[in-house]
């Protein structure tokens, strides 16, 4: 099972671009649904991007659709959420995750999931 570290995070004015990485080690994550999730205080964790395995598809929430840009290395050890137009509303902490299979009806639910890293926190001030 492979193991997942973010970095990346921190504050940032609206409007700016910030990216994100997570560190995947030991496995071969280009045979995992890789994920990125998001949970800001007081509310529930929610879905940002998915990459279906070996990153034939993506998915993004349409709450960053067209703002947020999901992918990974050639090797496949770590994943990118590349943001820009930030927002105060995407302020949370941002978590990495996979899972050893695709699910076209579960892959933007937290519950799909059985690997996750210890997230890192977003701030976008106005």
């Known amino acids: 099972q492979v193991q997942l570290v973010e970095s990346g995070g921190r504050s940032v004015q609206a409007g700016d671009s910030l990216s994100l990485s997570c560190a995947v080690s030991?496995?071969?994550?280009?045979?995992?649904?890789m994920a990125w999730f998001r949970q800001a205080p007081g509310k529930e964790r929610e879905f940002v991007a998915a990459?279906?395995?070996?990153?034939?598809?993506?998915f993004y929430a349409d709450s960053v659709k067209g703002r947020f840009s999901m992918s990974g290395n050639n090797a496949r050890n770590t994943m990118y959420l590349r943001m820009s137009s930030l927002k105060p509303e995407d302020t949370a902490v941002y978590f990495c995750?996979?899972?050893?299979?695709?699910?076209?009806?579960?892959?933007?639910?937290?519950?799909?999931?059985?690997?996750w890293g210890q997230g890192t926190q977003v701030a976008v001030s106005s």
């Open positions: 990459l279906s395995p070996f990153g034939y598809r993506t």
């Open positions: 030991g496995g071969t994550s280009d045979r995992y649904t």
């Open positions: 995750a996979a899972k050893g299979s695709w699910s076209d009806s579960s892959y933007y639910q937290s519950n799909f999931y059985d690997t």
